[in-house]
Nanobody, 123 residues
Framework: QGQLVQSGGGLVQSGGSLRLSCAAS????????VAWFRQAPGKEREDIAC?????????HYVDSVKGRFTISRINDENTVILQMNSLKPEDTAVYYC???????????????WGQGTQVSVSP
C-alpha cells in the first residue's frame, strides 16, 4: 500500500522561504507525476505546481507562484520538494502533494495524497 508523507511548512514572515517535502513509500515516485495543491479557507483546492514523471521531467506552475516556487525531485530519496521563496500572505493555505500518472488529472483522479501541511505567511 503506497502512501505520501509530507513534512515542512509552518509560519513565516512575508518575504521569507519555506520548503515542503513529499516522501513516497510503497511505490516509485519517479514513475508518477507529482503535484502540489493548496487550499485556503473558503476556497477550492488549486493545483499550483506539477512535475511530470521522470521520463519527461518538465514542470509547470500556476501564474501566482511562477518565479517564486520550484518543484523538484530528490530521486535517491523517493521525494519531491516544493521550495517556496518570496512568500506572501496570500500564499497562506493548507498544502497537499499528490501523485498520479498525469499532471492534468482531475482532483478525484489522483492516486495518492499527502496528509496536508499548514503554511502561514504573516504580513
Amino acid at each position: 500500500q503506497g502512501q505520501l508523507v509530507q513534512s515542512g511548512g509552518g509560519l513565516v514572515q512575508s518575504g521569507g522561504s519555506l520548503r515542503l517535502s513529499c516522501a513516497a513509500s510503497g511505490f516509485t515516485l519517479d514513475d508518477y507525476a507529482v503535484a502540489w495543491f493548496r487550499q485556503a479557507p473558503g476556497k477550492e483546492r488549486e493545483d499550483i505546481a506539477c512535475i511530470r514523471a521522470v521520463n519527461d521531467g518538465s514542470a509547470h506552475y500556476v501564474d501566482s507562484v511562477k518565479g517564486r516556487f520550484t518543484i523538484s525531485r530528490i530521486n535517491d530519496e523517493n521525494t519531491v520538494i516544493l521550495q517556496m521563496n518570496s512568500l506572501k500572505p496570500e500564499d497562506t493555505a493548507v498544502y497537499y502533494c499528490a501523485a498520479d500518472p498525469w499532471c492534468g488529472s482531475l482532483l478525484d483522479e489522483w492516486d495518492y495524497w499527502g496528509q496536508g501541511t499548514q503554511v502561514s505567511v504573516s504580513p
